[in-house]
């Protein structure tokens, strides 16, 4: 399908628009069944049009018929582009009159660029993937609440409860079941952390505070422990946000876990101050603090629990791999991920790339290599051909699906100025994928070319 620029006086709407329940032959009156339901927002349209243009990523897309070029994907935007040119096409006074102000305000698009489609059919598959939703993760994949907000970088009580996920996850890295809960909160439950978290009595009682750059701590991460553990447990399972959303909830519900609140006793004489995006390392007491030079205890660890990583790649030791490669990954081992995560990112990235890379280079592995999620599927599928290896479960599913820590996400560290990688997910990733890279230097050696 071609692009090409159309006059938007030149363009027809569709006369059998799927959202409208009857034919609309007219342009007034494709306009007015528009405008019907909620005018305002086509006017808001129309106002945003007016201030920024035309959406430049998305192509309104037309067919030719009877001679007249027909828009069949994009009616909303050609018709609002149509009543800023001609405000009377627009029935209801006060609507016609916010159109005819639109337009004396600012110089709208007076032509637009389409895509031309052979026919409807021609263009059925890419308007079904445009508003029927994820289709299996072929359609438009929206954005999870989290995923807003770290767009939006707002200071907003989402953006807190993020910001206190991720310190809790730092201060408590060694604590898997604790992980593991706030894995589910963030996904399902992070509006009701963010209502908890708003109400200065829960975080007194916690034992915390925010500040724009960074938390303020009551008390020392151990003591803290037990209520953190207590919160994330309960919302990962049965705290709903109707259980918290008034101040009398709230309340009661600290009464329900007071046994495991810190105790004022332990309460700092002076709050501790965590800036953001820094390691929130356990918080030393001023005595500590002037023993400095003393070896420091190790963090007692529960038993039988596997450690979580530390630094890029920590346990990979890769035998059968180029000296270059072998390079690159002692590089990125020496990366502690609490103190550099936007360089650990970029380095996991850089190490699963050259070391999969490397390997279809010299095992001949041809088909399906243009993409890094084909380079690493086709390495899984030749050193697990099976399917049998449990430890490389979790690399099959996290580079081949696009979930929110996929191969897309891999990209997105390195390629997009805005993504602010956190802590424990850079962690996961690099305990995802070590066995894959194990596996991968252990064929290599069995199979050497």
């Keep these: ?74 009616n909303r935007r050609i018709a609002a582009l149509k009543a800023l040119a001609d405000p009377s096409l627009v029935e209801e006074p006060r609507i016609r009159q916010m159109f005819a102000i639109a337009a004396r305000r600012h110089s709208y698009p007076k032509s637009v660029r389409c895509v031309v489609a052979e026919s409807r059919e021609d263009a059925r598959h890419w308007i079904t993937l445009r508003h029927t939703g994820e289709n299996e993760g072929v359609g438009i994949q929206p954005w999870t609440t989290e995923q807003k907000t770290r767009f939006a970088e707002k200071k907003t009580p989402t953006e807190k409860a993020l910001r206190f996920m991720q310190q809790v996850s730092e201060w408590y890295s060694t604590d898997e079941k604790l992980l593991q809960d706030i894995e589910i909160v963030r996904s399902t439950r992070l509006t009701t952390l963010a209502r908890l978290l708003s109400d200065p009595k829960v975080r007194n009682s916690l034992g915390f505070d925010f500040r724009d750059d960074g938390i303020l701590a009551e008390y020392e991460p151990e003591a803290m422990h037990n209520s953190v553990r207590r919160l994330f447990s309960d919302l990962a399972t049965h705290l709903s946000v109707s259980r918290v959303k008034s101040k009398d909830q709230r309340s009661e519900y600290l009464g329900a876990i007071k046994d495991d609140l810190p105790q004022n006793s332990q309460r700092l004489t002076q709050p501790r101050f965590v800036p953001k995006q820094i390691s929130a390392r356990p918080l030393a007491t001023p005595q500590e603090q002037s023993q400095s030079s003393s070896p420091a205890r190790p963090t007692p660890s529960a038993p039988n629990r596997p450690q979580q990583d530390k630094r890029v790649f920590q346990n990979v ?11 690159v990954l002692n590089e990125a081992k020496k990366i502690v991920i609490a103190e550099s995560p936007n360089v650990a990112a970029i380095m996991i990235r850089a190490v699963i790339d050259i070391a999969v890379t490397e390997a279809a280079e010299r095992q001949g592995w041809r088909r399906r290599q243009d993409k890094l999620r084909d380079r690493i599927g086709v390495a899984l599928r030749h050193i697990d051909p099976e399917n049998t290896d449990r430890k490389l479960d979790e690399a099959r599913r996290m580079s081949q699906n696009d979930g929110a820590l996929s191969v897309k996400n891999l990209h997105s560290f390195m390629h997009q100025w805005d993504v602010h990688p956190m802590i424990v997910d850079i962690t996961t990733l690099s305990v995802v994928y070590t066995p894959m890279l194990l596996k991968l230097d252990e064929y290599l050696g069995e199979n050497p070319k």
């Design 1 to 74: 399908m071609e692009q090409r620029d159309f006059a938007v006086a030149d363009l027809r709407l569709d006369g059998n628009n799927p959202r409208h329940a009857v034919p609309t032959p007219t342009t007034r009156e494709a306009i007015a069944a528009l405008l019907g339901k909620d005018p305002e927002k086509l006017l808001r349209l129309a106002q945003d049009i007016a201030q920024k243009g035309v959406n430049p990523t998305e192509f309104p897309i037309i067919v030719h018929e009877d001679g007249h070029p027909v828009v069949i994907e994009g």
């Design 317 to 327: 030791v890769m035998r059968n791999i180029s000296p270059r490669t072998a390079k």
